[in-house]
């Protein structure tokens, strides 16, 4: 089952996005931000927080002076580690209580600094690649079923809840738990801490969190006889402190989008493309499949009109990710299966679309999303429309499937709700398992036609972004009808050029790691 | 004389009704006579388990037929709607010309820390919903669509500030009630500040319906599939009416 398509304009899109990701590159390399400094000092071993819950890294990071900060945080922490012969994490509660103050080690040589902060990042990086291994045991011991891989979310708000919920659903055939965050996280500039029992539509990201839910589908994998994955979510304003945690803490997977935040949370873009590429590093690091957002575009605007836009901006997301050192197989690229019901053969065109992104990206393990938008409080119809998604999934080799519940548009699905989504999926996609490899497309039949024209299409659009440069097309409202300007939004004051002499000790680890991986 | 009505199956009055939930036990057989007898007293009779399966590890499953021996008279039910006046696009923007004279200031928001802007988004943005376009397309409106997790402080000073004629204030996320909590503050600060008599305050969600948002002090509350063009309506002549009642 192969559409035909004109692999040179396949071409000229990736050097499009090339040239659309070249001056944003250059604009991040002399970058950092509060958050990228905050995750260094995680890395190194900061953890914790303050008597009023301000967690110590950001404490620490607020306390430099601008000429401090734009050096980077490691070296001014490293400092304070050179003169006391503190661990981090004893330094850091030293500094969050006033004990102690990084400004009192100004003068504290560079290079015994850099020397003690090396150790840790050694110590730092061993224990990712600890974490990673240990996963790579597990897949081998614990075989996954066969992609799509059937991906549910838990959103109690409670976490002991999402773990009951987490291993039912493991339990029920699920392969990959997310826990959705609470809505309103991905705008709090800072990681809150410890288990959390309340939350508005999910759950907090923490660290304390996520190996509470690690520790039960791993016991629940080693039960059932396969490895059961962990997602959470890092778009928002901490991306890289997300992608920290969830190193550490053995996540599989983690939603990240060069663009998602900037468009629908109006978060500043230069705080967003400085802060995606250093997650970035630390996911292909940790061996974490990234899940791009591209669904997003969508749920907010017509399905059939906006396919271009969702190609374009896997493009775009794919040479993001390369240039953090990604392999493909790390890039989990998102569709979503929105058209309206109504639509006469809008059947036919998510099967376009998604059999072109399986062509287009066939290293990339897709993230295909679940109908949203036209689901009503009419539960069979809304089972009837996920059982298609569960089709066009199938026979288009999708390889991560967010099940559809339901009961979408009504409630946080119940324990049972997910119980029949998982049956519907796993019934469609058993009875329909070879089906794409079956049939063959009418050569010039709507599909391939419409395959073409989303290709043809997206190319134009990405020709206009190439043309402005990124930051002012998405100025320009090219993407979802959205315009947000280069200097506004949320997190913009925490985003600062980087001073000659500028130390990110972790960067610099893992660049020099992909060199020699030669990535 | 009442009007009575019970479920219909495939008779008239059989009471049918059908249902499923999920027990914290593992499934046996009884587990399925659990269920039954559970059914039972709920009030039903003739409780039919058709299927009783485990789920997860300690769940089970249940799908169930009964009949109902309640009743209701529907002739006691008296639920006004706010989608009551059918108009077009040209329509709404002749009735403001004629009898406001001015184009009418709209702000929507998703208010508290609700991040889901498809509801609002689908109301305001000038593509609109379902081919019926959205309230940015017409002459005679001005909105400002403010985005999500706008705080309620924030939607009320805007109002202040802009001479906002309706609020449109949106809520999918309602877990533990945050939505009804959202809605209220709001309606209750726009009191406070002496703002509610002179704008027509509105809510929108898959879960609202114009009997709560009446109850919560609303003009109006627009549920699952409303068309902008109803909310449309809605605000144009609710503010024709205040005009008029003004003279």
């Given at each position: 089952?192969?559409?035909?398509?004109?692999?040179?304009?396949?071409?000229?899109?990736?050097?499009?996005?090339?040239?659309?990701?070249?001056?944003?590159?250059?604009?991040?390399?002399?970058?950092?931000?509060?958050?990228?400094?905050?995750?260094?000092?995680?890395?190194?071993g900061v953890d914790g927080v303050s008597t009023d819950d301000v967690p110590v890294p950001n404490l620490i990071v607020e306390a430099l002076s601008p000429e401090e900060r734009a050096r980077g945080a490691a070296l001014a922490f490293g400092r304070g580690l050179a003169e006391t012969g503190l661990e981090p994490q004893a330094l850091g509660e030293a500094l969050a209580s006033g004990e102690l103050s990084l400004s009192a080690f100004a003068r504290v040589p560079e290079e015994p600094a850099r020397r003690v902060v090396a150790a840790f990042v050694e110590r730092s990086l061993a224990r990712i690649r600890a974490r990673r291994e240990e996963r790579a045991e597990k897949l081998t011991r614990l075989p996954q079923l066969p992609p799509p891989l059937l991906y549910v979310i838990v959103a109690s708000g409670n976490i002991y809840e999402d773990r009951t919920a987490a291993v039912a659903a493991a339990e029920a055939g699920a392969q990959i738990v997310a826990v959705i965050r609470s809505t309103g996280q991905s705008l709090l500039d800072f990681v809150p801490f410890g288990p959390t029992t309340e939350g508005f539509?999910?759950?907090?990201?923490?660290?304390?969190?996520?190996?509470?839910?690690?520790?039960?589908?791993?016991?629940?994998?080693?039960?059932?006889?396969?490895?059961?994955?962990?997602?959470?979510?890092?778009?928002?304003?901490?991306?890289?402190?997300?992608?920290?945690?969830?190193?550490?803490?053995?996540?599989?997977?983690?939603?990240?989008?060069?663009?998602?935040?900037?468009?629908?949370?109006?978060?500043?873009?230069?705080?967003?493309?400085?802060?995606?590429?250093?997650?970035?590093?630390?996911?292909?690091?940790?061996?974490?499949?990234?899940?791009?957002?591209?669904?997003?575009?969508?749920?907010?605007?017509?399905?059939?009109?906006?396919?271009?836009?969702?190609?374009?901006?896997?493009?775009?997301?794919?040479?993001?990710?390369?240039?953090?050192?990604?392999?493909?197989?790390?890039?989990?690229?998102?569709?979503?299966?929105?058209?309206?019901?109504?639509?006469?053969?809008?059947?036919?065109?998510?099967?376009?679309?998604?059999?072109?992104?399986?062509?287009?990206?066939?290293?990339?393990?897709?993230?295909?999303?679940?109908?949203?938008?036209?689901?009503?409080?009419?539960?069979?119809?809304?089972?009837?429309?996920?059982?298609?998604?569960?089709?066009?999934?199938?026979?288009?080799?999708?390889?991560?499937?967010?099940?559809?519940?339901?009961?979408?548009?009504?409630?946080?699905?119940?324990?049972?709700?997910?119980?029949?989504?998982?049956?519907?999926?796993?019934?469609?996609?058993?009875?329909?398992?070879?089906?794409?490899?079956?049939?063959?497309?009418?050569?010039?039949?709507?599909?391939?036609?419409?395959?073409?024209?989303?290709?043809?299409?997206?190319?134009?659009?990405?020709?206009?972004?190439?043309?402005?440069?990124?930051?002012?097309?998405?100025?320009?409202?090219?993407?979802?009808?959205?315009?947000?300007?280069?200097?506004?939004?949320?997190?913009?004051?925490?985003?600062?050029?980087?001073?000659?002499?500028y130390w990110n000790p972790f960067e610099e680890a893992l660049r020099m790691e992909r060199g020699s991986r030669g990535g | 004389m009442g009007n009575l009505v019970k479920p219909y199956g495939d008779t008239v009055n059989d009471g049918k009704v059908q249902m499923s939930f999920t027990l914290p036990i593992p499934w046996s057989e009884a587990a399925d006579e659990a269920a039954r007898r559970l059914v039972g007293k709920m009030g039903f009779t003739g409780v039919q388990i058709v299927e009783g399966r485990p789920i997860a590890d300690g769940f089970s499953f249940f799908v169930a037929y009964a009949a109902t021996p309640q009743a209701i008279d529907t002739s006691t039910i008296s639920v006004t709607s706010a989608k009551t006046h059918a108009m077009s696009m040209d329509e709404i923007d002749d009735l403001i010309r004629e009898r406001v004279g001015r184009k009418l200031r709209i702000a929507g928001a998703c208010i508290g820390t609700d991040a889901h802007t498809v509801g609002i988004d689908a109301i305001l943005n000038m593509k609109g919903y379902k081919g019926d376009y959205g309230l940015e397309r017409y002459r005679m409106f001005e909105t400002f669509n403010l985005g999500s997790q706008v705080s309620v402080e924030e939607f009320v000073r805007f109002a202040k500030e802009k001479k906002i004629d309706a609020l449109l204030a949106s809520q999918v996320v309602t877990q533990k009630g945050s939505d009804v909590k959202n809605f209220t503050a709001l309606a209750e600060l726009l009191e406070a500040e002496g703002l509610r008599d002179e704008i027509v305050l509105c809510c929108g969600g898959p879960r609202v319906t114009n009997l709560m948002a009446t109850e919560l002090g609303y003009d109006a509350g627009f549920g699952r599939g409303t068309l902008p063009s109803e909310v449309a309506a809605f605000i144009a002549t609710r503010m024709a009416q205040k005009i008029a009642s003004a003279r």
């Open positions: 089952m192969e559409l035909r398509i004109d692999r040179g304009a396949v071409e000229r899109c990736r050097e499009l996005a090339r040239a659309i990701a070249a001056p944003v590159s250059e604009f991040i390399a002399a970058h950092s931000t509060v958050s990228v400094e905050r995750s260094v000092l995680r890395l190194l539509g999910g759950t907090y990201a923490t660290q304390a969190n996520f190996k509470i839910v690690r520790e039960a589908l791993d016991a629940a994998s080693e039960r059932l006889g396969r490895y059961v994955m962990l997602t959470n979510y890092a778009s928002g304003l901490c991306m890289p402190e997300i992608a920290t945690m969830a190193a550490i803490e053995r996540l599989d997977m983690l939603l990240n989008d060069s663009m998602y935040g900037i468009l629908f949370r109006d978060i500043n873009m230069k705080r967003t493309f400085v802060d995606q590429h250093f997650s970035r590093m630390l996911n292909a690091y940790s061996g974490i499949v990234i899940n791009t957002g591209e669904d997003n575009y969508l749920t907010t605007a017509d399905a059939v009109e906006q396919a271009p836009a969702v190609l374009a901006s896997q493009f775009i997301n794919e040479e993001f990710a390369h240039r953090a050192g990604m392999p493909d197989r790390q890039i989990g690229l998102g569709d979503a299966y929105e058209i309206d019901p109504d639509l006469e053969d809008g059947f036919l065109f998510q099967v376009a679309q998604a059999q072109l992104a399986r062509q287009i990206f066939p290293g990339a393990p897709l993230k295909y999303m679940p109908p949203t938008k036209h689901m009503t409080g009419d539960i069979f119809k809304g089972h009837l429309i996920d059982a298609l998604f569960n089709l066009t999934s199938v026979m288009t080799h999708q390889t991560i499937h967010l099940c559809g519940m339901l009961t979408e548009a009504i409630h946080t699905p119940f324990l049972g709700d997910r119980a029949l989504s998982l049956e519907n999926a796993r019934y469609v996609m058993n009875t329909a398992r070879h089906f794409g490899d079956e049939i063959a497309f009418k050569p010039e039949g709507k599909i391939e036609q419409r395959a073409r024209g989303v290709l043809t299409d997206a190319e134009r659009l990405l020709g206009r972004v190439a043309e402005r440069g990124l930051m002012q097309a998405i100025e320009a409202a090219v993407f979802a009808d959205v315009s947000r300007p280069p200097d506004g939004g949320r997190g913009f004051d925490g985003v600062f050029p980087r001073a000659a002499g | -």
